[in-house]
């Protein structure tokens, strides 16, 4: 009988010093809830954040449309405004202006005769006066 008191006194002395559940097993059973928990709510996440940036999306595509149709507007008004014929009407009506006659139409051409470079000469001396001082 001693054999069987000291195997039954051994078997006691072991469960005392070893815990029912081990530490490493309580860590990964945490471990596996953590991951049952969070990926339900990481994929609740995702969707809120496609959800509110595809309303983001949706709210520039309209300002974008917006503008695109002030901006026509705003071209069309412009061409309104620039076209001969008002800026004519304006001249007449607003400040009396009238097309010029012959005698006033002075045509100003640029003369360039390989004979005739004193113009230019002129132009030379002035450039060196300025050379001068720097400019």
């Known amino acids: 009988m001693r054999v069987k008191e000291?195997?039954?006194?051994?078997?006691?002395?072991?469960?005392?010093n070893t815990p029912i559940v081990r530490l490493r097993d309580i860590i990964a059973g945490i471990f596996i809830v953590f991951i049952f928990i969070s990926?339900?709510?990481?994929?609740?996440?995702?969707?809120?954040?496609?959800?509110?940036?595809?309303?983001?999306?949706s709210y520039?595509?309209?300002?974008?449309?917006v503008l695109?149709?002030?901006?026509?507007?705003?071209?069309?008004?412009?061409?309104?405004?620039?076209s001969n014929s008002r800026i004519e009407t304006i001249a007449k009506n607003?400040?009396?202006?009238?097309y010029p006659s012959p005698d006033q139409i002075v045509?100003?051409?640029?003369?360039q005769?390989?004979?005739?470079?004193?113009?230019?000469?002129?132009?030379?001396?002035?450039?060196k006066q300025f050379s001068r001082f720097g400019g």
């Open 6 to 16: 000291k195997i039954i006194n051994n078997n006691k002395d072991f469960r005392k």
């Open 113 to 127: 005769n390989k004979k005739n470079k004193g113009d230019l000469n002129i132009f030379a001396t002035v450039k």
């Open 94 to 98: 607003s400040l009396q202006l009238d």
């Open 39 to 57: 990926w339900p709510l990481f994929m609740v996440f995702k969707q809120a954040l496609i959800t509110n940036l595809s309303l983001k999306e």
């Open 60 to 65: 520039l595509n309209d300002s974008i449309s």
């Open 68 to 82: 695109n149709k002030k901006y026509a507007e705003l071209k069309i008004y412009n061409e309104k405004l620039v």
């Open 107 to 111: 045509i100003i051409k640029e003369y």
